[in-house]
């Protein structure tokens, strides 16, 4: 259950500012609520799923002290990539090139896409490569986006685009920093 609370800790920190939570925000001044947090869910049970499959095949055919170097790493990549922030690129291209999805799909897909080679989704494929229980990764990886995800969309009902983008970028790179160190320095031990 560890595993559960962990990674929905860290995705929800790492995934706020991020560019898929400002998608989130962005699709919810222009759709209902719940059809974007459905969308939201969708998307991210099946990123997550891919994710942790990747980062449990890494995890069988590294040696540990590597996979946990390069976790490290990673980790503390992404707070750079946290400092140094997203952008919200056009993603409603998505729902002109296929008006016959409909909302859900459009929503969905262009969830889904913001999220491949994110750093919330390379967080995961992190985490599951570390950890025991891939399940439990991939329900707390998806929890902690999902509700991440359902307060962008709140604000984007409530304030639009108006929130501490910088503040938050900051708290997700130090929570990163802190889980890259932890893991170099476990990795050091090994």
């Known amino acids: 259950m560890s595993a559960f609370f962990f990674s929905s800790i860290l995705i929800f920190v790492a995934e706020l500012g991020d560019k898929s939570q400002l998608v989130a925000l962005w699709f919810a001044t222009r759709h209902r609520w719940w059809l974007v947090l459905v969308a939201v869910t969708i998307a991210t049970l099946v990123v997550h799923l891919g994710s942790v499959a990747l980062g449990r095949t890494f995890g069988e055919l590294l040696p540990e002290r590597v996979l946990l170097t390069i976790i490290g ?14 952008k919200l690129d056009d993603d409603d291209a998505v729902a002109r090139a296929v008006p016959w999805f409909g909302a859900l799909g459009v929503v969905t897909v262009s ?80």
């Open 111 to 190: 969830f889904f896409l913001s999220e491949l080679g994110d750093k919330t989704q390379l967080a995961t494929v992190s985490l599951a490569g570390n950890s025991r229980s891939v399940m439990g990764v991939w329900l707390g990886s998806t929890a902690g986006m999902v509700l991440a995800d359902a307060l962008a969309i709140g604000a984007g009902i409530a304030a639009g685009k108006r929130l501490p983008h910088r503040t938050i970028s900051l708290g997700a790179a130090a929570l990163f920093a802190a889980v890259g160190l932890l893991t170099l320095g476990g990795a050091a031990l090994r």
């Open 73 to 86: 790493i990673s980790f503390l990549g992404f707070a750079a990539w946290s400092i140094r922030g997203d």
